[in-house]
């Protein structure tokens, strides 16, 4: 029994490499071809078919569709014919590993290293994982086989099994219970058809259990999804629904199956294997007319809530791209750009709080600073979660540029909250107001920064060099800027301006921040500028040689 426990563990473990090499190497095309899959129903069911075998995993499909819908990229209808056709998917895969292929675990082995070692610089060494994930796949079978063959002839195992083989709705139970914990229908029906191949579980039984594995399959992705809005959850429910009814109508008609499943072929595993396939093909053409009112059931069962828009929760952070980085870090660079949105604007309305002593203006200010501190965490939380995954180097640089540029815009809500606000605040209690002359400078300082803010959101989408080296030079620009309005603000002061003095303090503070936030934003441009090679080691001149001590 520990020689089977370690070979399940083992099967597992080669199905999650094989679905997280495919997935890496294949997921970002995959991705969009789900996407654009739902014109017609049809289409959408070739499609999950084709991504099923692909990610060998119904359950990545199930959660990439549900995020999907719940984002409307796709449709609910569209999204159900998606995973009617994953189901299928999933006995095609399991179609080809129950081939008795064992002459061929040197080859994948072999070719999967040589891919994996040859092609490190390119995305498609992970279909290198993905072969070396098949064979150890072939390798555990075979140890259940070898491992559970004297198990056959067990009559305590036979007094076990008896029983439960009359018992076909606990062995649903049980089967999709396990199917559920291991996240692998995949790994359940082999694991069966192994046990199968051995007589240790009676045909019947097996069949039992594969329905249960069907069932197990769909409950991980409703779990998973509970926390989703309901457009999201539809799907998973939509999929578990179909398959529930499936089992029901086929659970009368199990010891009666048998005969007519062998006609295909008579060696058990196979049998299995076959009912497999039969099962959820019956289930997919059943119900691939009904699509439309499984989507209204599930509209019943899971109607939409009416709510306002919470700008507080992240949009763009889909916890199911983790296994395909490029997708992950799209979706943190556009959250990264939705809370650039929200500093550009509370930087507009700062000067706005400045010129019209707004108190309401000034506390929107700092509830929107909560909203930036909220994302922030949440961009941090998914990247730090992203990072447990190997990352190649091109995809390395993009972690670290979203990671920069989104805390280097959290610092800079900081400093209008807790600096710009505060003299705004004071600004307020005193009922003091800035010179003409003076405010169109803090103007002319504030618009320059919110233009390089612009310019810095294009440079950390594009990684354009020359744009990266005009925000670096504009550095320079707006410090040399800042030096000027203090220099005439010190002149207004000596002239003796009453409401230069009354706001002295305020006014060279506010333009020392304004310094400091553009310095915030202009960093996304140093490590594209050195990457380019653009930039000299220190900007400080050699020290000029000692001259020589003469000689006593």
């Not at 779990?223 to 429910?237: N, Q, S």
């Not at 925000?471 to 009453?498: P, Y």
């Amino acid at each position: 029994m520990l020689n089977i426990v370690g070979a399940v563990c083992l099967l597992l473990w080669g199905v999650s490499m094989v679905s997280t090499g495919l997935n890496r190497a294949f997921g970002t095309a995959l991705r969009r071809t789900i996407s654009h899959s739902t014109s017609n129903r049809f289409k959408a069911f070739f499609v999950g078919l084709v991504v099923t075998v692909m990610l060998q995993s119904s359950t990545a499909v199930s959660m990439i569709v549900s995020s999907f819908a719940a984002r409307s990229v796709i449709t609910i209808p569209g999204a159900i014919a998606v995973m009617l056709g994953a189901d299928v998917g999933t006995t095609l895969a399991v179609q080809v590993m129950s081939l008795n292929i064992s002459w061929f675990i040197p080859v994948l082995l072999a070719a999967g290293y040589t891919v994996n070692k040859s092609m490190e610089a390119s995305q498609y060494k992970h279909v290198g994982r993905a072969l070396m994930g098949l064979a150890l796949i072939f390798i555990s079978l075979g140890m259940i086989q070898d491992v559970a063959g004297p198990l056959g002839h067990s009559q305590e195992l036979k007094s076990m099994m008896d029983p439960l083989a009359n018992q076909y709705i606990l062995a649903i139970i049980i089967s999709a219970l396990f199917t559920w914990m291991t996240h692998s229908s995949l790994g359940s029906i082999l694991l069966y058809m192994s046990f199968a191949r051995t007589g240790i579980v009676p045909m019947n039984l097996g069949f039992a259990l594969v329905l249960g594995a069907n069932i197990g399959s769909v409950i991980a992705p409703v779990v998973m999804t509970l926390r989703d809005i309901p457009a999201g959850r539809r799907v998973p429910l939509g999929n578990l629904l179909t398959r529930a009814i499936g089992v029901i109508i086929c659970l009368p008609f199990l010891p009666f199956l048998g005969p007519y499943v062998a006609q295909l072929d008579a060696e058990p595993a196979r049998q299995l294997v076959n009912f497999h396939t039969l099962f959820n093909l019956a289930v997919a053409i059943s119900f691939l007319p009904f699509i439309g009112p499984m989507t209204r059931l599930s509209e019943i069962i899971l109607p939409d809530r009416p709510r306002d828009e919470d700008e507080s929760l992240p949009r763009y952070l889909d916890p199911t791209a983790f296994t395909t980085p490029p997708a992950a870090l799209a979706g943190a660079a556009r959250e990264t750009m939705r809370v650039s949105d929200i500093i550009q604007r509370m930087m507009r309305d700062t000067l706005e709080a400045l010129r019209t002593n707004n108190a309401h203006l000034v506390q929107s200010i700092r509830d929107q600073e909560l909203i930036v501190d909220g994302l922030y965490e949440s961009i941090k939380n998914y990247l730090a979660r992203l990072s447990s995954e190997s990352l190649d180097k091109h995809e390395g640089k993009r972690y670290m540029q979203i990671l920069t540029f989104s805390t280097n815009l959290e610092h800079i809500g900081d400093i209008i909250d807790k600096n710009l606000m505060e003299m705004a605040a004071k600004k307020i209690r005193n009922q003091d107001n800035f010179s003409r002359q003076g405010f169109a400078e803090i103007s002319d300082l504030h618009h320059r920064v919110m233009d390089n803010m612009n310019l810095a959101q294009n440079v950390f989408m594009t990684g354009d060099v020359k744009m990266a080296r005009k925000l670096f030079e504009e550095k320079a620009i707006l410090r040399n800027q800042e030096m000027m309005a203090a220099e005439s603000h010190f002149k207004r002061l000596s002239e003796g301006v009453a409401e230069t003095i009354a706001t002295s303090s305020l006014h060279l503070d506010i333009l020392r921040d304004l310094r400091r936030i553009n310095s915030y934003v202009s960093l996304i441009a140093y490590p594209i500028l050195e990457e380019a090679k653009a930039l000299t080691p220190t900007r400080l001149r050699p020290p000029k040689s000692a001259a020589p001590k003469e000689k006593p």
